[in-house]
């Protein structure tokens, strides 16, 4: 309810001068400043001296303590597989907290991650063999390297200088001289030594230098499928990582560490929209208060904005919504809530906690006043009537502003002068006392046990056909882990299995052929065939298993809360869904709460009757909050009741009867809603309304009896109580 006022305007709380004490009121007189016309004919004989009094215009909201929250979704469009937490769970951030349905994407990535042990474990594999295959060259290279060095290091001199050559500064070995002009050479000779020298340096070089380039090659060939290698090991590993962070995409995970308050009420496999919130994670120690809609205007021109928590008062910073943002949500159709901070010690408020906001949009203090019901208009203004002994004399008055009950004079009258009322006031004998109390308001309703985690028990054959035979379960039943809670007939595949019988003897008779070509040789193709014969041997033991099956077990223990419509005979599907099996400690007690009054920390007592009908009470706790603190597809019309886990059974047993289904909403749940403690409490037998605005009759220690407004943060059908305005001990008279 977009920004309305609990009880409207807040009143004026200032001492009131009476004239009169309990019984008929007495005429009193006194002097007027300005005589104008005289009383008309007909008004009664009361009236009230103007005072000086505080007056408030001011309006309260309704708020909830609620935690820090953060949404979370999937980011794009999913199957649901299931929650992974529930509300009043802690969890941690990164936690996963929902996910899709991935039996696709993990059976991709199953595959991909195979591909690449298998590339890997071949080049490594192609590596190793290299690296053997070039042990003898890169030996041999070594060797012919080393006879080359060695020739080249005793290598002769290619010239020899003829004996009888005697030239200054010639050497020996030198290159032969130019021939004289006879014709004849007279430099060095062609060295016969160097001759056998290069016949055998020529003959090893060229083995060297064929040794060598036939290792260069073999090394290029493993660069290169290194590099090759790589470039695909590296491609691999990114279509594997695209694999993995798609299903992360499909994956919802806590932000930060907290409580689950809120998830969706969608079911297993049932579609959902990308950037959908479907959880959402609290911060219990983060306290925050969400109020029914306070437009940024009307906070920012606020005198004084305050929140009442348990009769205490605690300042808080507003939170103004952007327009556009407002303007979104309401095209959304969501509802629109203030935000507040709470400041200062909090040690005493709780997440849950109701929450009275005060906004004081003007106030006056010690303002001269006098009762709303004097003043009188016509067409030169506001007047009023002041009385002057016998006389009701017409006084124009300027007026300021009021709070509804009292409105304060700014000329015409002054302080002491008593105006005309209408009406006459009567008061009885009875008097009440303003005191401190609790102020609540009940709530009750019926509730019925929820198992939100749960397990589908599905078609685990793969091979043959497969016909259903007959439930060993019935719904709301507790079956344990093995339990058998179907039975099915398999028929074989002959002609399936004949084939795969025939594949591994002709491999077999492959393998035989290879060993007898030579074991050594033919040990690759051998290994390879040998692994072909192990996949088809598994793939047989597979149809085996299958087609020994008769009976279908439950996966987990558990109630059993759903089952599949199925005839006797009828043929199952791979994978097809038998039964669904939910986790007992994961209960709540669920019961309608369209009113939203219920939010997480609400403290709740829940009866119900145990296997001996015998009535039991236990404590539970809400634990969603309500739509205060979560956008639209969060708000649940639902309260969950976390339960105490040592109750749960004595509570699952109690469910006798109809399946257990009719027990089951035999839960009875009991609070109190918006409660206060520690306030000052007024019966309403004390207090009347002018306007909506409520005052009451305040006796004085003199005993004289003075009109007072006050604050009231709430009322029931037996008391307000009070926000501002009244003290612990006042006395009130009826009237």
Known sequence: MRGRSILGLILAFSLTASLWGCGEA??????????????????????????????????????????????????????????????????????????????????????????????????????????????????EVKGLRGIVEGL??????????????????????????????DGTETGPVTNPAYSEWEKEYNHWNGQ??????????????????????????????????????????????????????????????????????????????????????????????????????????????????????????????EEVYSTLYLQGDLTNVNVGDYAAIVVVNRKQEQALSVPAEAIHKDDTGSYVYVVNGDENIYTPVRVGMSDGVYTEILSGIGEGDVVRLDQGRQYSDKRVTVERGSFYSGFSGSGMMYYPSSAMVTNPITHGTVYFQEFQTSMYQHVEKGDVIATVRVAADEIGLERLLLQVQRQQERVQDLIEQGEEINKKAIESR????????????????????????????????????????????????????????????????????????????????????????????????NRLAVSKSLQSEFAYILLPPEVIGDMSLGTAGWGGWWNMTRYGVETKLREMDHVLVVP????????????????????????????????????????????????????
């Open 208 to 333: 060297y230098r064929i040794a060598d380039h036939r290792v260069n090659t073999m090394l290029l060939q493993l660069e290169q499928r290194r590099a090759l290698y790589e470039l695909d090991h590296a491609y691999a590993l990114q279509q594997l990582a695209f694999l993995q962070e798609k299903k992360s995409d499909v994956t919802v995970r806590a932000g930060m560490g907290g409580h689950v308050v809120a998830v969706a009420e969608y079911g297993y496999r049932e579609r959902l929209q990308g950037e959908t919130s479907i959880v959402a994670v609290g911060d219990l120690e983060q306290k925050l208060l969400k109020s029914d809609y306070i437009n940024r205007k009307t906070a920012s021109s606020a005198e004084e904005l305050y929140a009442v928590i348990d009769g205490m008062r605690y300042e808080v910073e507003y939170v103004p919504m952007e327009s556009e943002e407002y303007t979104r949500l309401s095209t959304q159709g």
């Open 684 to 735: 309403r037998s004390a207090v009347r309304e002018i306007n909506g605005r409520p005052y009451v009759n305040v006796v004085e220690a003199d005993g004289s009896i003075v009109r007072r407004s006050f604050i009231a943060g709430g009322y029931d059908k037996s008391n307000y109580w009070v926000v501002e305005g009244l003290t612990e001990g006042m006395e009130l008279c009826l009237e």
């Open 26 to 139: 007495p005429r009193q007189e006194t002097t007027a400043g300005e005589v104008a016309l005289l009383e008309p004919v007909g008004l009664t004989s009361s009236g009230e001296a103007a005072a000086r009094r505080n007056l408030y215009d001011a309006s309260i909201y309704s708020a909830t303590v609620v935690p820090y929250v953060e949404e979370y979704a999937f980011e794009e469009d999913v199957m649901l597989d299931g929650f992974r937490a529930f509300p009043g769970e802690a969890v941690a951030g990164g936690q996963v907290l929902a996910a899709s349905n991935t039996e696709d994407l993990d059976k991709q990535i199953e595959e991909q991650q195979e591909r690449i042990e298998n590339m890997e474990k071949e080049f490594v594999e192609y590596e190793l063999q290299m690296q053997e295959d070039l042990e003898k060259p890169q030996e």
């Open 530 to 625: 040998l692994k072909t014969i192990a996949e088809l041997q598994e793939q047989i033991a597979e149809l085996s298993e299958d087609y020994q099956t008769a009976s279908v077990r439950a996966s987990q223990s558990g109630i059993v809360i759903w089952m599949e419509d199925l005839d006797s005979e009828d043929i199952l599907q791979p994978g097809a869904g038998l039964i669904q099996i939910a986790d007992e400690n994961t209960c709540y007690v669920v019961l309608e709460d369209k009113s939203h009054v219920l939010s997480y920390g609400n403290q709740v007592k829940v009866t119900y009757h145990n296997r001996e009908e015998q009535e039991r009470e236990t404590m539970g706790l809400v634990a969603n909050v």
């Open 152 to 181: 080249e290091k005793r290598k002769p001199a290619e010239y020899l200088d003829p004996p009888s050559q005697s030239v200054s500064g010639s050497d020996s070995g030198s290159s032969p001289s130019e021939p004289e002009e």
